[in-house]
Each structure stands twice: as C-alpha cells, then as structure tokens.
C-alpha cells in the first residue's frame, strides 16, 4: 500500500523521481493547501474512502496516512 500511496504523490507533483520513506513528513512534501486537498481526494478515489478533515489533519508522516487507508478498509 505504501508504494501505492507513493504513486498516487508522485502523480499529483508530476515528478517520478521523488523518494519517500513511511517516516517522511507530510509537511515535507511540499503541497499547497490545494496540493493536500488533491492528494486526499485521489486517495479516496484510488480506495473508495473517506478521509475525514480530523484525520487528514492527524497526518504527521507517510506512514500516517497508510494506516488511516488500511484502518478505512477493514
């Protein structure tokens, strides 16, 4: 799932070549607000979810988002 969710990122940046680790910051990715907004809404999209605005804003880390998408699809 984690590549996955590495996918959907690079996408929305529109650059291949990012690296990322289940420890790097949200706030490290570089998204506007709208970037964010984006990022979640194709999340949903890609696993028919939900993410609620408390959880979006609970995202510390990549590894934060991976286990709010595993927890929704249980």
Request: proline share 1%.
């Amino acid at each position: 799932m984690f590549e996955q969710l590495v996918n959907i990122y690079r996408n929305i940046v529109g650059n291949d070549e990012v690296e990322l680790t289940p420890k790097t910051k949200v706030s490290d990715l570089m998204l506007s607000s709208l970037g964010l907004i984006q990022l979640v809404c194709a999340i949903e999209d890609e696993y028919d979810i939900e993410i609620t605005n408390s959880e979006m804003k609970s995202f510390k880390t990549i590894q934060d988002v991976v286990r709010v998408v595993e927890k929704k699809l249980k």
